[in-house]
């Protein structure tokens, strides 16, 4: 696998950062070398907050990503940020409950997931992140649904471990509907 970089961008309090954790310990368990770095403006909750994810066989050279191969974009914001730069032939997975426009670019592959919407069909209206992440995972499957699901559940702080059906439930949606996307 070549190196892959990831940006999840959105707001404070869509579990961003968490989505990004998820990844990263899930490479890390499957013995692939990454880096996370989280950013977020000064706002507890409705601030933009943002992540970087690098995963890769080999060594990493630099944690900086100017031009990520995948974006998950949770709002409208991080689409309008983050779609013109991103290379040709890269992913982005956009949350159309917030993103009230298409995706310009046709040389990029994208699809928009109602993930604040599906959040609230299961019940748990924060869960757009893992929905995304399940998408990701059709879509660009550097690391699979199985691996993701083990990486949360060794990782998900004890105090969490109740919401591990839910999460899991919520990125089997994600993915279930990006692989109904793609036919």
């Not at 961003?16 to 990844?23: E, I, K, N, R, S």
């Not at 970087?52 to 974006?71: A, F, H, K, W, Y």
């Not at 290379?87 to 928009?112: F, K, Q």
């Not at 559940?153 to 279930?176: Q, S, W």
């Amino acid at each position: 696998m070549k190196e892959t970089s990831i940006i999840i961008s959105g707001f404070g309090g869509q579990g961003t950062l968490f989505a990004g954790q998820v990844l990263a310990y899930t490479a890390m368990d499957n013995g692939l070398e990454v880096t996370w770095i989280p950013s977020y403006g000064p706002e507890m909750r409705g601030g933009t907050a943002h992540c970087t994810v690098i995963v890769s066989e080999e060594r990493i050279g630099s944690p900086l990503v100017d031009n990520p191969d995948i974006v998950l974009a949770l709002n409208l914001p991080s689409v309008d940020k983050y779609e013109d730069i991103m290379p040709t032939g890269g992913t982005l997975i956009a949350n159309s409950s917030l993103v009230n426009r298409e995706i310009e670019r046709e040389d990029i592959t994208s699809i928009l997931i109602p993930a604040n919407n599906i959040a609230e069909e299961i019940g748990m209206s924060r869960l757009a992140n893992m929905i995304m992440v399940g998408a990701l995972t059709k879509l660009r499957p550097i690391l699979t649904l199985e691996m993701v699901k083990a990486g949360l559940n060794e990782h998900i702080p004890e105090r969490h471990r109740k919401t591990l059906p839910i999460n899991f439930e919520a990125m089997d949606r994600g993915y279930a509907f990006a692989e109904e996307l793609l036919g």
